[in-house]
């Protein structure tokens, strides 16, 4: 029953940021009577959609749900482990307990208070990786920041010449694009928009939310036709103090934000700062496609939890251009270390899919 919830969790996972995509299942005499998911923010949650689907009364049934419900009061919507209370339901079994401060415990203790059964743990790995963006949020105030590159067997991402597409195959750049769809913001550097003018949008897949996009121009270096700037506007994160040049962005509607500047790099922006600031705005999961330099910067500010790397069978030389730039170092015990979690084919390329250890 919990797999089967945290099944219908996935169907909310690209829509229902920056809300945890939940789901939930309610059963009675050993059948599943009602069920539901988070679909998106604004719209009822789980366990409400659940009751509201049920086919009979949900009163001495058991929820599995796939987070702690919630006992903090929406527009227009109570808390869901009242309106458990409420139906009378007899047990509720949660995968895990939410690190959100405004529930932690509180949604469990409503629920006992009032005589009902709540446990929590089953399935809680499982869980973990169905909620993985909104619990590193909740937990340390920044998204989820999944790296994603695509290079050669020998470690290239482009030509000298700066040359790169396409370095992989029609199979791997739509399953970038399913990357994408499920990311809350997608974001690059200057460098990158000045050398490739990306769009850094959802295409080749179905998609009903786009990501928001986020720009790192510490000088605001940006041209206004840039394809970054059409659509919905992006965020772009600078230090430049340039009165004209902002007003021009502002004009096409982008959104400045001045960001702290790198102690250790004066005229460059605080990346931590900037990791932090996404997680104020409340994105679970980001995804970064940018170059060499930012990767490298992004991986020394310790801000990268996940790398995703498409590697293409063909090679290109050590003449052309890494995937990674920072400073050399002295030792094999300073490398940055990670933990490879899966390794799949996509089409002619493979995917490797990387954390980096704490």
């Not at 990786?129 to 920044?142: D, V």
């Not at 700062?273 to 930012?294: H, K, P, S, W, Y």
């Not at 590697?311 to 094999?332: E, I, K």
Request: with cysteine; proline share 6%.
């Amino acid at each position: 029953m919990m797999s089967r919830a945290l099944q219908l969790a996935e169907l909310g996972r690209d829509t229902s940021t920056p809300n945890p995509s939940v789901g939930c299942v309610i059963v009675k005499g050993g059948r599943i009577i009602g069920e539901g998911w988070h679909a998106k923010a604004g719209e009822p949650h789980a366990e409400a959609a659940a009751l509201a689907a049920c086919a009979e009364s949900p009163e001495g049934a058991t929820a599995y749900v796939t987070l702690e419900p919630c006992v903090h009061v929406r527009p227009h919507r109570g808390p869901c482990a009242a309106a458990l209370v409420r139906a009378r339901v007899a047990r509720v079994v949660a995968a895990l307990e939410d690190p959100n401060p405004e529930v932690h415990g509180r949604g469990f203790a409503m629920l006992r208070e009032a005589g009902v059964v709540a446990e929590v743990g089953l399935m809680g790995a499982q869980a973990e990786e169905a909620h993985l963006g909104f619990l590193h949020r909740m937990r340390t105030g920044r998204p989820w920041m999944r790296l994603k590159s695509a290079a050669s067997l020998d470690g290239r991402t482009a030509l000298a010449n700066g040359e790169s597409q396409w370095i992989t195959g029609e199979a791997a750049r739509r399953d970038v694009h399913i990357l994408r769809r499920r990311s809350c913001a997608m974001l690059t550097g200057i460098g990158t928009v000045l050398r490739d003018d990306p769009q850094l949008t959802v295409r080749h897949v179905e998609c009903s939310r786009q990501p928001r996009r986020v720009l790192i121009d510490s000088r605001l270096d940006i041209a206004p036709e840039a394809k970054i700037l059409k659509g919905e506007p992006p965020i772009i994160f600078t230090v430049s103090e340039d009165a004209s040049r902002r007003a021009r962005l502002e004009a096409l509607g982008a959104e400045i934000v001045t960001a702290p500047t790198d102690p250790s790099k004066p005229g460059k922006t605080n990346l931590a700062a900037i990791a932090r600031a996404l997680g104020e705005r409340g994105f679970n999961e980001v995804t970064v496609e940018t170059g060499a330099r930012l990767n490298g910067s992004l991986l020394v500010a310790g801000v990268v939890d996940e790398i995703v790397l498409y590697l293409a069978p063909l090679l290109l030389g050590d003449t052309a251009q890494g995937l990674f730039a920072f400073p050399g170092l002295a030792s094999l015990g300073q490398a940055p270390r990670a933990r490879i979690v899966d390794v799949r084919a996509v089409g002619d390329d493979w995917r490797i899919t990387a954390r980096m250890r704490g």
